[in-house]
């Protein structure tokens, strides 16, 4: 009897020590997050008192010798290419995700899906790197000449088409997941009734999990927004007003990878690209909640 009591006070034991273990692992991944925010908030607060914030947002001129610090051209970089890239990626990521979980047999959808989770995880270095051997020279000979166009080949157009094939594996992989969650009885409802089978993929599959790839689309975006080495390795680093996609431009997060070793020197121009990571960092949050929730609302609609 005593030994019984002993295992089970042990057991007890093992169980509040665990407990508390995943309570502090979690505490500190929400402690570091506001901590990051902070540290960020407060070394960019410098730049802030010298220069508002509608003329570093709304400036053209990013020019850190003269304390010109107008972030404009290189948020307008940072949409351009990450919105070509997402025009790029949603639609072979939907048609891709369609045919694996609607079409594909059983033994090569097995063999597609861990290519997909492993193109995922690949480094975006490596992404950069192939970009910058294949693709660049691509835009260069190939693409650009077909608009009448001169370009070194790094530019605007060859960071979204990387970051394109960077942001497929994510949209894809949870728009499988999203396809394959919806009930049978749905599909075979609309089958019975004489549907076609790309016409209930069209009028069931994709109405039915409309939350799910919103979802996936924004957790894509959040993905795209943020990517650092392999933009920085192909978009050309130059912050002006891009007038055209085979021009030259910068990214937020490019920027800050590029710039970081020559202005950390000097207090101001250190505090502004904090103010650059500050900026990054709320976007890339505001756009993975909102991913997360409508994510949520969707599995609790279908109870999965």
């Known amino acids: 009897m005593r030994k019984k009591l002993g295992n089970m006070n042990k057991r007890k034991i093992r169980d509040l020590i665990g407990t508390n273990l995943m309570l502090i692992g979690t505490l500190f991944a929400s402690v570091l997050f506001f901590l990051i925010f902070i540290l960020l908030f407060y070394r ?22 003269n304390g010109q610090f ?5 948020i307008i970089g940072t949409i351009l290419v990450t919105g070509i890239a997402l025009l790029i990626a949603i639609p072979i990521s939907l048609l891709s995700a369609i045919y694996i979980a609607e079409y594909a047999p059983t033994k090569i959808r097995r063999m597609i899906r861990p290519f997909i989770d492993v ?14 051997l294949f693709l ?15 370009t070194t080949g790094l530019c605007i157009f060859t960071a979204a088409v990387t970051l394109a094939v960077m942001v497929f594996p994510i949209i894809i992989s949870l728009c499988v997941e999203s396809f394959c969650a919806i009930p049978i009885a749905l599909k075979e ?39 650092t080495i392999a933009i920085n390795m192909v978009v050309g680093g130059i912050p002006v007003m891009p007038s055209s996609v085979f021009q030259p431009g910068e990214t937020l997060a490019s920027l ?6 020559e202005l950390m020197a000097i207090p101001l121009q250190e505090s502004a690209l904090m103010l650059v990571a500050l900026i990054l960092f709320v976007v890339v949050l505001l756009f993975n909640i909102l991913g997360v929730f409508i994510l949520r609302r969707a599995k609790k609609r279908w109870n999965y």
């Open 136 to 150: 660049v020279p691509l835009v260069k000979d190939v693409i650009a000449p077909l608009f009448g166009v001169r």
């Open 189 to 227: 409802a609309s089958l019975s009734v004489g549907a076609t089978k790309w016409e209930t993929v069209k009028k069931v599959v994709f109405r039915a999990s409309s939350p799910s790839i919103l979802a996936a689309i924004l957790l894509g975006f959040g993905r795209a927004f943020g990517e």
């Open 70 to 74: 107008g972030l404009a051209p290189i």
């Open 44 to 65: 960019s607060a410098l730049v802030l008192e010298n220069t508002s914030i509608i003329d570093i947002l709304f400036s053209s001129t990013w020019n850190p010798d």
């Open 119 to 132: 193109l995922a995880g690949v480094p975006s270095v490596v992404y950069g790197l192939c970009a910058f």
């Open 256 to 261: 800050i990878a590029s710039k970081y070793g």
